[in-house]
């Protein structure tokens, strides 16, 4: 496979993205497209008031924030932040007014109870 290349993507070029539906209240561009046991890069898009619900990470997962704010049990984190969540650590995901996030995790999460 070769290496691919996003230019411009943190600067705004997501603005540009065609997303599809993902979970309740969230959009995805998948920019690496994995399988159940394979890593996956997508940009999240979170309406206002949208969550995934408690979760377990089965693998690495990386966020960078690029617009917006995202907040977990443990923060609030705003646009530029980058959250790192270990294997087997376990949070929900909510946003109030809104985010956008670029994303890659090793394995997709285990869902565990309802969004906060």
Same mark, same amino acid.
């Given at each position: 496979m070769p290496n691919l290349a996003f230019a411009g993507l943190v600067d705004g070029g997501w603005r540009d993205l065609a997303f599809e539906p993902?979970?309740?209240?969230?959009?995805?561009?998948?920019?690496?497209?994995?399988?159940?046991? +394979?890593? @996956? #890069?997508?940009?999240?898009?979170?309406?206002?008031g949208a969550g995934v619900p408690r979760h377990r990470h089965a693998g690495l997962e990386t966020i960078v924030v690029l617009d917006g704010t995202q907040s977990d049990e443990n923060g609030d984190y705003p646009t530029g932040s980058v959250i790192l969540n270990?294997?087997?650590? +376990?949070? @929900? #995901?909510?946003?109030?007014?809104?985010?956008?996030?670029?994303?890659?995790?090793?394995?997709?999460?285990?869902?565990?109870?309802e969004t906060k």
């Amino acid at each position: 496979m070769p290496n691919l290349a996003f230019a411009g993507l943190v600067d705004g070029g997501w603005r540009d993205l065609a997303f599809e539906p993902f979970r309740d209240g969230v959009t995805a561009h998948w920019l690496l497209k994995g399988g159940p046991v +394979e890593p @996956s #890069v997508a940009v999240l898009k979170y309406q206002p008031g949208a969550g995934v619900p408690r979760h377990r990470h089965a693998g690495l997962e990386t966020i960078v924030v690029l617009d917006g704010t995202q907040s977990d049990e443990n923060g609030d984190y705003p646009t530029g932040s980058v959250i790192l969540n270990p294997v087997g650590t +376990e949070h @929900s #995901v909510w946003t109030k007014d809104g985010c956008v996030v670029l994303i890659q995790w090793d394995l997709p999460v285990i869902i565990l109870g309802e969004t906060k």
